[in-house]
């Protein structure tokens, strides 16, 4: 069973800088994709940023430049380093893992972006 906590979601005005945290534990290996999505309220869940074991990455379009994905292989940890927020960026955060042949997510953190 794959356990994932995050960490690090808030209240924030325009400009500012949020870091989230997810950290993945239970009977996996280190180095799976890990990476994050967020779903803004009467939207579909969408891809924020991915990255591999060996730290390539890719991000939305609209996050391009701004957010910053992490990782620590031997903490099984991904960090999103979030800056230039925007209210568009408003939405809940879900952490993601591939592993045995599937995407397992966290619970969800919240991200509130105020104009």
């Known amino acids: 069973q794959v356990q994932l906590v995050e960490s690090g979601g808030g209240l924030v005005q325009a400009g500012g800088s949020l870091r989230l945290s997810c950290a993945a534990s239970?009977?996996?290996?280190?180095?799976?994709?890990m990476g994050w999505h967020r779903q803004a309220p009467g939207k579909q869940r969408e891809l924020v940023a991915g990255?591999?074991?060996?730290?390539?990455?890719n991000y939305a379009d609209s996050v391009k430049g701004r957010f910053t994905i992490s990782r620590d292989n031997a903490k099984n940890t991904v960090y999103l380093q979030m800056n230039s927020l925007e209210p568009e960026d408003t939405g809940v955060y879900y952490c993601?893992?591939?592993?045995?042949?599937?995407?397992?997510w966290g619970q969800g953190t919240q991200v509130t972006v105020s104009s």
């Open positions: 990255i591999t074991s060996g730290s390539n990455t």
């Open positions: 993601y893992i591939r592993w045995g042949g599937r995407a397992h």
């Open positions: 239970g009977s996996i290996s280190s180095g799976n994709p």
